[in-house]
């Protein structure tokens, strides 16, 4: 006896999304683009149903990118691709870089 899709039980087809594990609308955009581009699925951590965003406690943006992609990780049971950014401006001596954000005070991001 065949049927017309997977038996129940089975494993869904296909590899699972990978997980852009950002809050902001903009950067989902252009990530999820991106792997479109190279034929790769994705989802945003709002589209799993996340709410709360991982607190950047880094000193750069790869550690805040890999606090992001592991914490939604862990979260989620997917692959997840961080990432952060920020400014750097010369004439203050390369801030405020990875805490942009929140370099003017509280409200402010």
């Known amino acids: 006896m065949s049927g017309g899709g997977p038996r129940p039980g089975s494993p869904p087809s296909g590899p699972a999304p990978l997980l852009i594990a950002t809050f902001n609308p903009g950067k989902a955009r252009e990530i ?14 709002a589209e799993r149903g996340l709410r709360d965003p991982y607190e950047e406690q880094g000193a750069t943006y790869e550690q805040n990118a890999l606090g992001k992609a592991r914490h939604h990780a862990a ?15 010369d004439a203050l001596a390369g801030r405020p870089g990875p805490l942009s954000a929140r370099y003017g005070g509280a409200g402010l991001d």
């Not at 999820?32 to 951590?45: D, E, K, Q």
């Not at 979260?75 to 401006?89: K, N, Q």
């Open 32 to 45: 999820a683009g991106f792997l479109a581009s190279r034929g790769f699925a994705a989802v945003t951590a």
């Open 75 to 89: 979260l989620t049971g997917l692959v997840a691709i961080g990432d952060d950014s920020g400014i750097e401006v």
